[in-house]
């Protein structure tokens, strides 16, 4: 969360995590009530209101919300919770296309449902970050995904040589309901929260249907299986699920057995060893079949360095020379197929069909893009993969000028570097500040 909670709500918190860090078996039988709080409810909806999103199956926006009355929305939602008439409804899905031409399914709620679950969020994270491992990286204060990625180099760099890349196959559709609700039970003695959480995990979807009109389901209630991704409870429940197996990994002794260390981050995890690779393979999946988790055996594999390399998290990692010396060290870079994501990002938004746009909303666009992608990747030795997407970033601006104004060839000596970026204000990434690993 990247706003900061009101003192009253900040007091809670600390008391709730402070009361499951010192008691680790303690389980809390009165949370249901902190939901409808006017300062814990208005807190949910500035988070929800700062993320933004579409609206969801009812069409309600934060506009419409914000020139009714926010005061006046949220008493009504804490009314329906204080009754217990509040029902979660059915999540949008809609589709994101993926580098890979694929598609992943994200589910939308509504407003309301977002901002409660929110409130849920706000409530219960301070008590089951108390129980999360230090291996978890995702959804957690304090720690980002560079974290996971400097810490798998730390392992690297330690001796940790032989690597298990492993994949799950649709981690967030596949936890299962019963194991989970066993997780949330081990710390929620409250009917009321349980029951709240119960519901969320059986939301209907509704989707466009194969001729255009609407259509409702309910695969989570039928298999028993899966967190609403897109939602704000989600990857609380994702986190705690795959504690599961942390633990299970640690108390069968794998960890002092094989020198075997986890990182994880969200559904992504490594299992770094000084050996005995295909033994941490077997181990791994025994645990996930007894948690009812599936193993994707086409992007499962273990990795032995220095001959190979490794992704996790985007970043290539494993043995890199440097540029100016030819010697060898442990490092990080982008990989080939992030390089490659975000030139055909670059390419869709310098095509042909964007020659009427003004060139400022065009470098406005790509900066954008640039600028995300060089926040991320500016671990470890990141400068040939700057020049690569500097590159290609110019010769695509030129073409896209040479379009617009309808001029012949590729227009280097026209739209010189300096043109493109003290003329237009084109980022160049080379020139950006970054941090090694």
């Not at 645990?287 to 001959?307: A, F, G, Q, S």
Request: glycine share 6%.
């Amino acid at each position: 969360m990247s706003l900061r909670p009101p003192e009253k709500v900040r007091k809670l918190q600390q008391t709730l995590h402070e009361k499951a860090k010192a008691q680790p078996t303690y389980r809390f039988y009165a949370l249901y009530d902190k939901l409808y709080r006017e300062d814990v409810l208005s807190y949910a909806w500035a988070i929800c209101r700062h993320n933004g999103g579409k609206p969801g199956v009812d069409r309600t926006t934060f506009e419409q919300i914000e020139q009714e009355g926010v005061e006046t929305w949220l008493q009504t939602v804490a009314d329906e919770l204080r009754d217990k008439r509040y029902e979660p409804e059915a999540v949008r899905r809609v589709y994101i296309p993926k580098p890979n031409g694929k598609q992943r399914p994200l589910g939308i709620p509504t407003i309301k449902d977002r901002v409660v679950q929110m409130a849920a969020v706000i409530v219960l994270n301070p008590i089951f970050e108390a129980d999360l491992c230090d291996e978890q990286y995702a959804y957690r204060e304090g720690r980002s995904a560079h974290d996971a990625v400097k810490k798998v180099h730390h392992w690297v760099s330690k001796g940790h040589r032989e690597v298990l890349d492993a994949d799950l196959c649709g981690y967030f559709d596949t936890i299962p309901h019963p194991e989970l609700i066993k997780s949330l039970s081990r710390r929620i003695s409250d009917g009321a929260m349980l029951k709240l959480l119960k519901m969320w995990l059986r939301m209907p979807i509704e989707e466009r249907g194969p001729k255009g009109g609407k259509r409702r389901t309910n695969p989570a209630k039928k298999a028993g299986r899966g967190t609403p991704q897109g939602a704000p409870i989600s990857p609380l429940l994702s986190n705690l699920y795959m504690r599961r197996f942390i633990l299970s990994w640690k108390k069968q002794g794998w960890e002092t057995r094989l020198g075997a260390r986890i990182v994880n981050y969200a559904d992504d995890f490594v299992i770094l060893c000084r050996a005995g690779g295909p033994k941490a393979a077997q181990a791994m999946r025994r645990i996930m079949e007894r948690l009812k988790l599936t193993v994707n055996e086409e992007k499962t594999r273990t990795c032995h360095l220095p001959d190979e390399h490794f992704v996790f998290l985007g970043y290539e990692i494993g043995r890199c020379y440097s540029e100016t010396t030819g010697r060898p060290f442990w490092g990080t870079r982008p990989s080939r197929k992030s390089i490659t994501h975000i030139k055909q990002e670059i390419t869709a938004l310098t095509c042909s069909n964007r020659v009427l746009l003004a060139p400022e909303l065009v470098v406005e666009a790509i900066n954008r893009k640039l600028t995300g992608w060089g926040n991320y990747f500016k671990l470890g030795q990141a400068s040939k993969a700057y020049r690569a997407v500097d590159n290609h970033t110019r010769q695509r601006m030129r073409l896209w000028l040479c379009r617009k104004h309808k001029r012949p060839g590729q227009g280097v000596k026209v739209y010189s570097y300096s043109y493109l970026t003290n003329e237009l204000g084109l980022v160049s990434l080379q020139h950006r500040p970054r941090s090694y690993a």
